[in-house]
């Protein structure tokens, strides 16, 4: 069984999924609100509390056009948007490791550049690789170097793409990869979803284990992070934020404390029903049901001893405490031993 442990959590592939709360930069710069977002975090249920660190300046051109709903975000230029949020500074990202760790939730940040994979190296207890980066092989040959476990975002990519990605993280030191299928859509359409793909993921990479950066809109039920895991992923990131009324690139699509509070509450009710094992068997509470509910031979009519018996002389009825008509055949032509009165269940001892 594969396994990768990711902060405090090992993860294999019949795990309660591992949930990323996506906080990215929903924080708007302002420290405080990041804390809080940790805590609303580890409140909802996430096994982990994940921004993103980078520079507006080395991470897109000033000309790069947008690519998201410009009717729920404005801003035209990726250098403009970015630059709105790119305030926070190596000691900000220790100081919400620090407050991570003290209420208990893994603190992750997703590094954009060389300098971000240095500083969070200390502080995070894995990476996570953004779909965007999946080509980008001096930043995967930087992650690979810390030699920490990752997860790598495949959206809009291709199989050889992937695998690329996988030969660079490995070849430069990383042994433990998670995939993420994800669809690099703002918010995504329930329609383009494709959670199939995890079937695919998890059949073109039987040794790793597959998750799902989601990024629909939440609905009541949650019902695509739930179909996910069902599909095979264990781990599950969703944008995070404390308000989903906010104006903004991340905060339209993203859960809230409640939605993650219900969805954990689905999680544990499914997980009952799942269980814990693939081996078809019967369980304990199913024995008495195997002893009466299942059939014996009965005799049909009254025989005297030393019959043989034919298949007139028996039927098949509950419970099953005799001889089970899976011997049927066996049965038959066999002499009794003593004279069996109808409606008797019939005994191994009945028979010579």
């Not at 990768?4 to 993860?11: C, N, Q, R």
């Not at 693939?278 to 005799?299: C, G, W, Y």
């Amino acid at each position: 069984m594969v396994s990768v442990k990711l902060g405090k959590t090992v993860i294999t592939d019949t795990s309660r999924p591992y949930v990323i709360a996506e906080i990215g930069v929903n924080h708007e710069g302002s420290l405080e609100t990041a804390m809080r977002l940790i805590e609303l975090a580890a409140e909802g249920g996430a096994d982990a509390a994940k921004f993103q660190s980078y520079k507006a300046d080395t991470l897109a051109s000033k000309n790069s056009p947008a690519y998201w709903d410009i009717s729920k975000e404005s801003t035209l230029s990726q250098h403009q948007l970015f630059k709105k949020y790119d305030s926070f500074e190596p000691r900000d990202y220790a100081a919400l490791a620090a407050h991570a760790d003290k209420i208990g939730i893994d603190f992750l940040s997703t590094p954009f550049d060389d300098d971000a994979v240095d500083y969070l190296a200390p502080l995070v207890p894995f990476f996570k690789i953004a779909s965007a980066d999946i080509t980008n092989t001096p930043l995967l040959r930087r992650v690979g170097k810390t030699r920490k476990p990752v997860i790598l975002s495949t959206g809009a990519s291709m199989i050889e793409e992937i695998d690329t990605a996988l030969n660079t993280l490995e070849a430069a030191g990383a042994s433990e990869i998670v995939l993420l299928h994800c669809i690099l859509n703002y918010p995504t359409e329930n329609r383009n979803a494709h959670l199939r793909m995890i079937t695919g993921l998890r059949e073109q990479y039987p040794n790793r284990l597959i998750g799902y950066s989601d990024h629909t809109v939440p609905e009541p039920l949650m019902t695509s992070l739930i179909s996910a895991w069902l599909l095979g992923a264990v781990v599950l990131e969703k944008h995070f934020t404390h308000d989903k009324t906010l104006p903004g690139n991340d905060h339209y699509h993203a859960m809230d404390v409640d939605d993650l509070k219900k969805f954990r509450r689905r999680v544990d009710a499914v997980s009952d029903l799942l269980g814990e094992t693939r081996t078809k068997a019967p369980i304990s509470t199913e024995d008495t049901s195997r002893l009466n509910a299942r059939r014996s031979i009965v005799i049909a009519r009254e025989v005297p001893a030393g019959h043989v018996l034919a298949e007139s002389d028996m039927t098949y009825k509950r419970p099953g405490i005799g001889v089970s008509p899976l011997h049927w055949d066996e049965v038959i032509g066999r002499k009794t031993a003593t004279s069996l009165d109808e409606d008797h269940v019939l005994q191994w001892s009945d028979l010579v």
